[in-house]
């Protein structure tokens, strides 16, 4: 089975999805919901199995709000593609299977050995709007990567990041301050140009993209790496 991935929806739409990575990440996600249900938009938050695991009230206020969800992982670990103890983290809080899965820095070999990923209900999608909030200080920076982006368009998949991967709970809580601040001024500027805010789970993914081996498995563990020689990659 090839491993395929999304960057974007149908482009003669006025939909965009705006997702959020590395939460729930309490309170800095429910900044983002307020702001988002405040404007009449959605988001689709793909979260950490450990962080749904600590946090799960915020979690659940996630889904209670009426956004998406979908799998980013358990640990966030580079070469680790725990995607399946994730999912049943995520889908013990959720109910139901998640539908949508981002591969954490992108690492897509990791999503090879999980059963859960390659599943053909599962949808890995990438963005093709990439601001970079998690290394920006400067809302207005952010504001200006999100709005100015070349590839911004109908369909297009905003990444920006409600929370973090580590543990250290003063850098986790205010590594998303600055994109807190700039997200209404984001919301407000794509909806002035008419684009409707929705969940991935309202926009039709097209022109999926085949991934092909890019180097990033060199310290893959012996099942990621055999899975790549699989589909015809080296991974060292």
């Not at 009449?40 to 996630?62: C, H, S």
């Not at 600055?178 to 140009?193: D, K, Y």
Request: some cysteine; proline content about 6%.
């Amino acid at each position: 089975m090839s491993l395929q991935y999304y960057t974007h929806g149908r482009r003669d739409q006025m939909k965009v999805a705006l997702t959020f990575d590395d939460g729930p990440n309490p309170p800095r996600t429910d900044q983002v919901i307020e702001i988002l249900n405040r404007r009449g938009a959605r988001g689709t938050f793909f979260v950490l199995g450990k962080w749904a695991e600590r946090f799960p009230q915020a979690f659940q206020r996630i889904v209670e709000s009426g956004h998406c969800v979908g799998n980013h992982s358990h640990l966030h670990e580079a070469h680790l593609g725990d995607f399946d103890r994730a999912e049943a983290a995520i889908g013990n809080l959720l109910g139901r299977p998640t539908r949508f899965l981002r591969a954490h820095y992108f690492n897509f070999f990791t999503c090879l050995y999980s059963p859960v990923a390659m599943s053909r209900d599962m949808k890995i999608v990438d963005a093709d709007v990439n601001p970079a909030d998690y290394a920006k200080s400067d809302p207005q920076a952010i504001i200006d990567a999100t709005l100015q982006a070349p590839a911004l368009a109908g369909g297009s998949i905003i990444d920006l990041h409600d929370g973090r991967e580590m543990d250290d709970d003063a850098r986790r809580l205010a590594s998303p301050l600055p994109m807190i601040e700039a997200l209404p001024a984001i919301v407000e500027g794509l909806q002035a140009r008419g684009f409707q805010l929705v969940g991935l789970d309202e926009m039709e993914l097209v022109d999926p993209i085949e991934w092909r081996h890019d180097g990033r498995g060199t310290f893959a563990t012996p099942e990621a790496r055999e899975a790549i020689e699989g589909l015809g990659g080296n991974p060292s």
